[in-house]
Each structure stands twice: as structure tokens, then as C-alpha cells.
């Protein structure tokens, strides 16, 4: 299958690029990016042309790869589902719910296969994981703290103008939010707070009443760096693992997910545009819940 890669930075060039060019039945078909020079850096590298136009990559190839800002992401999207071309997408779909809803309305309309890549959900150990936890039941509550330090010097995020505006809430929520949900369902209620250090509180009630906590942000000192992951129960409690592969290895996993939703017809990825979605009107309700001070129904 042949992918346009959308996308010049870090994230593109070590995980989409090398990912698609290892792949035994993927191929990149060209670049694009916002900056030329790094567009055509990017393609000369493997050996692909770079396009200046999105809609002339988009008929080059069968399905895109995105690794831009969500905004961007999302119109991309929307011209390529239109065309007919598969989605493999970043997280978050889109950086509101409007632009969410444009990609999932197009991309049905179209009938194209698509996956949101949440790289947690892409490890074979975490998916093992929430599928058991997630049959076990008898859940009340989850709590997710994610504690990121990205604005150090050489850091390769820390200079990204989308993550300074909009934060751990849009970064790293997402990546909290694909794991609670397969286990607790979706979110009704959302309440948000703020705190120091960029930090975001987030209180949520799912269907069926249990309840998550999230606590937030990509500006921690480097002591406090720490991810930790906590259902509990009837039955105790529960804590996720962390991925026991590369980031590489979880997106060559997505690509294998994607071409099979191809191959077989089916529209039904765990982690489709649908779920990007949803996950999208979480984060969309947190953002007025901590702008007005107020609980957000869903």
C-alpha cells in the first residue's frame, strides 16, 4: 500500500517514515510538510519525491500517515477520506470537536478503514491488559498520572507552538484517556482544575457511575517525571504496564492493523476515527469545564 507521508518533524521522520519504509507491504509514496527544505531533507533521505501540494500526494497514494499539528491533521484528513484514501492518524484527531466531527463524517461517508494511533494501545502486553481488565469488571474507579518534562533543552517536542498552546490537557490526555475508556466506557461528566507547573486535574464519571481521576502536565521537574496507571475494585486493584515495545514497533503494529481492516472490508478498529472522536469531546468538555469553573454533562 502505497502511504503519503504529511509531516517533517521528530515524530515523522523516526517512527512514521522508518515505520512505513520497513514494513513488508507498505511503501511511502512521497512527503509533505509545511516547511519545503524539510519536506525535501525528509524525502531525498528515502529516496521518494516531496510535494508542495497536499492534494497531489493525496492522489499519489492509497492511504496517508499524518504526524502534524491536530488542526492540520484534521483538514488533511477530511480531503484525503474524501478522495478515498485510508486514514493512519495521530493523536488527537483534531484540536476541537467541530474538526473531529468533519473527519468522522467523511470517512464514513467514504467508507475508508481508519486507525488513530495511541501508541499505548499498539503494545501488545497493554492491549492483553485492558481486555482482561476490562472482562473482569466490578470497577469504581481509575486514577492516571502523567508527569512530563518536555521544554528541556534538546528535548525534540519542547519547541512544538501546538503543545505550548494547549498543553498536557491535548498532549498526554489523550494517551490517559485511550486506556481508561476500553475498561470503565464512555465519559458523562467532566470537571477540570488547573494547578502549577502547566498541571490539569481532571475528574470524570463514566456510564454505569464509576468514576477516573487525571492529573496532567508536560512541565514537571525532571525529578518528578512518572507515569502510573491505577484501576480499582471489587477485586482489588490493578495497574497498567507499560508498553514492552518501541514506539517504531507499536506504529508497524497500527500499519498491520490498518492493512487488515483493509484486506477484510471491515470498519470496526478499537481505535478508529469514531473512538478519536470520542476521545476529542472529553478533552473538549475539560477545556470548558476548567475555563468556567463548572461540571460539563456529555
Known sequence: MRFGLFGTGYWAAQTHAAAIEAHPRARLAGVWGRNPAKAEELATRHGVPAFTDVDALIDACDAIAVALPPDVQADIAVRAATAGRHLLLDKPLALDLAGADRVVDAAQASGVASVVFFTQRFHPNVTGFLASTAAAGGWQHARATMFASIFQPGNPYGDSTWRRERGALWDIGPH??????????????????????????????????????LSLTLDAPSE??????????????????????????????????????????????????????????VLDAAETARSQGRTVEL
Open 224 to 281: 518528578a517525571v512518572t507515569r502510573d496507571f491505577v484501576f480499582f475494585g471489587e477485586n482489588g486493584t490493578e495497574t497498567v504496564p507499560p508498553g514492552d515495545g518501541s514506539a517504531l514497533q507499536a506504529f508497524s503494529t497500527a500499519l498491520d492493523q490498518l492493512l487488515e481492516e483493509v484486506d477484510a472490508g471491515t470498519r470496526d478498529h478499537r481505535c478508529d476515527v469514531r473512538f478519536g472522536r470520542e476521545v476529542v469531546a
Open 176 to 213: 490517559a484517556l485511550s486506556l481508561i475508556l476500553p475498561v470503565l466506557g464512555r465519559v458523562t461528566q467532566v470537571a477540570a482544575m488547573d494547578g502549577p507547573s502547566g498541571l490539569v486535574h481532571l475528574l470524570l464519571t463514566h456510564d454505569g457511575g464509576a468514576t477516573s481521576s
